[in-house]
């Protein structure tokens, strides 16, 4: 049985008594408990009272894709191909490499409530508590090459701290290449990778995962500091973000297929958040330290250091406050 009907019913934070869930499921109340056994797997505060039922503490707000269709403005919803919304997934990248296979790529969009196997830049795990975040793929198509995408993953950032401005999000910055912060500390990553010719066509999956409530979850093991959006604007619906979101990355889409980073870099330049600052850059095993300068025309970082100005381009690059 699909426990995506179990979930929508237990969504509201009520209670709700196994005859009633039953009733609804069309099961008996044995079976009721087994499907409710079957939840344990996405770490969920689902409780019971005697003479009450089954309550999902603090409810869920989750994703529908009627309903995030429903919130688009009509250029992006005429734009955006087909739209998945997969409860429990391995990774929503995984989900648009598929679509890609099956001929379904061109704005292919989709979202998991959690991830199994969500991976994060240089192989990094993604924390994936179920129902809480946003974790979306989208598939974009270009026909020039690899050689043209110089800044993808910049423009692509620049998407994400754009609709957080339009949920009230003050203060989002990014930090080159990849991620979003908020009072230097991550709100959101980026992860890219390219399908297809590198001369011609080719996709792109664009991979986002957000932080929108992390409270209750386990997050010992996230290993850099972190915020997400209910401890900066509290409660976020979720649909509205997700269809914002979507809006604002097809936008960025139509900018940088038609005019490339160079049209986005200035823009970019005002959320940089190391912009000016002392920094160290870690290549491999190499530190070098200097002074952020913002980024070139193709979306390198830009270092001035002791021994003149270097560019870095990616690669095993990270960067971090000196």
């Given at each position: 049985?699909?426990?995506?009907?179990?979930?929508t019913?237990?969504?509201?934070?009520?209670?709700?008594?196994?005859?009633?869930?039953?009733?609804?499921?069309?099961?008996?109340?044995?079976?009721?408990?087994?499907q409710?056994?079957?939840?344990?797997?996405?770490?969920?505060?689902?409780?019971?009272?005697?003479?009450?039922?089954?309550?999902?503490?603090?409810?869920?707000?989750l994703?529908?894709?009627?309903?995030?269709?429903?919130?688009?403005?009509?250029?992006?919803?005429?734009?955006?191909?087909?739209?998945?919304?997969?409860?429990?997934i391995?990774?929503?990248?995984?989900?648009?490499?598929?679509?890609?296979?099956t001929?379904?790529?061109?704005?292919?969009?989709?979202?998991?409530?959690?991830?199994?196997a969500?991976?994060?830049?240089?192989?990094?795990?993604?924390?994936?508590?179920?129902?809480?975040?946003?974790?979306?793929?989208?598939?974009?198509?270009?026909?020039?090459?690899?050689?043209?995408?110089?800044?993808?993953?910049?423009?692509?950032?620049?998407?994400?701290?754009?609709?957080?401005?339009?949920l009230?999000?003050?203060?989002?910055?990014?930090?080159?290449p990849?991620?979003?912060?908020?009072?230097?500390?991550?709100?959101?990553?980026?992860?890219?990778?390219?399908?297809g010719?590198?001369?011609?066509?080719?996709?792109v999956?664009?991979?986002?995962?957000?932080?929108?409530n992390?409270?209750?979850?386990?997050?010992?093991?996230?290993?850099?500091?972190?915020?997400?959006?209910?401890?900066?604007?509290?409660?976020?619906?979720r649909?509205?973000?997700?269809?914002?979101?979507?809006?604002?990355?097809?936008?960025?889409?139509?900018?940088?297929?038609?005019?490339?980073?160079?049209?986005?870099?200035?823009?970019?330049?005002?959320?940089?958040?190391?912009?000016g600052?002392?920094?160290?850059?870690?290549?491999?095993?190499?530190?070098i330290?200097?002074?952020?300068?913002?980024?070139?025309?193709?979306?390198?970082?830009?270092?001035?250091?002791?021994?003149?100005?270097?560019?870095?381009?990616?690669?095993?690059?990270?960067?971090?406050?000196?």
């Amino acid at each position: 049985m699909d426990n995506s009907i179990l979930l929508t019913i237990l969504a509201d934070g009520e209670y709700h008594s196994g005859e009633e869930l039953g009733a609804q499921l069309g099961i008996s109340r044995a079976g009721v408990w087994k499907q409710l056994h079957k939840l344990e797997v996405l770490e969920l505060p689902i409780g019971s009272i005697k003479g009450r039922g089954y309550r999902l503490a603090g409810g869920l707000d989750l994703l529908g894709a009627d309903k995030i269709r429903s919130l688009l403005p009509e250029s992006a919803a005429s734009a955006l191909g087909e739209l998945d919304i997969f409860p429990l997934i391995g990774s929503t990248n995984d989900a648009a490499a598929e679509a890609i296979r099956t001929g379904r790529g061109a704005n292919y969009c989709c979202f998991a409530e959690q991830q199994s196997a969500g991976r994060g830049r240089r192989g990094r795990a993604w924390r994936s508590p179920f129902g809480r975040n946003i974790y979306l793929s989208m598939v974009w198509e270009f026909q020039s090459g690899a050689a043209a995408l110089e800044g993808l993953s910049l423009s692509v950032g620049l998407a994400v701290v754009r609709a957080l401005g339009h949920l009230g999000v003050d203060g989002a910055g990014l930090k080159w290449p990849n991620d979003v912060l908020h009072d230097n500390k991550k709100l959101a990553g980026i992860l890219l990778e390219m399908q297809g010719d590198p001369s011609g066509l080719c996709q792109v999956i664009v991979g986002v995962g957000l932080n929108v409530n992390l409270a209750g979850c386990d997050t010992e093991a996230i290993t850099q500091p972190w915020t997400d959006l209910q401890m900066i604007v509290g409660n976020v619906a979720r649909n509205e973000l997700a269809a914002t979101l979507i809006a604002e990355l097809l936008k960025v889409q139509a900018e940088f297929t038609r005019d490339g980073f160079t049209y986005l870099r200035e823009e970019w330049g005002k959320f940089d958040v190391f912009a000016g600052k002392s920094v160290q850059v870690q290549l491999g095993d190499n530190a070098i330290q200097g002074v952020a300068r913002g980024v070139d025309a193709s979306g390198g970082l830009v270092l001035e250091t002791d021994a003149g100005e270097r560019v870095f381009r990616g690669g095993e690059v990270s960067l971090r406050g000196a």
